[in-house]
């Protein structure tokens, strides 16, 4: 029986968050990518294009149509009308202590 170690069980978990795709493409544009591949020592072509659109991005390059809005994407089911969301975010973050000030002198 084969023990999966934590090394094994993090590359598992690795490849389970993508998802398998079928795409299309050019002979021109897989030859170009099969070049890539090889050219910088990543395991496959998935990798490649994985890549390609991570980096487009977090270059901000999109279709203006994708744009939407995410109104109505989240329900707040216990403070529906935000009445408690300045303190709870307050909470969060730690506030800084306030320095005494001093009188300002005035050079001369």
Do not use: C
């Not at 999966?4 to 993508?18: N, P």
């Not at 408690?84 to 506030?95: E, G, K, P, Q, V």
């Amino acid at each position: 029986m084969t023990r999966l170690t934590d090394a094994h069980l993090e590359s598992y978990e690795y490849r389970m968050a993508k998802r398998a795709i079928s795409i299309t493409l050019g002979e021109d544009n897989l030859l170009w990518l099969h070049g890539q591949t090889r050219g910088s020592g990543k395991r496959s072509v998935s990798q490649i294009v994985d890549g390609l659109v991570a980096d487009a991005r977090a270059a901000g390059r999109v279709h203006a149509d994708s744009i939407r809005s995410v109104v109505g994407t989240i329900e707040i089911a216990t403070d529906p009308g935000l009445a408690d969301a300045d303190r709870t975010i307050r909470s969060l973050f730690a506030t800084p202590r306030r320095r005494a000030r001093r009188p300002r002198r005035r050079r001369g």
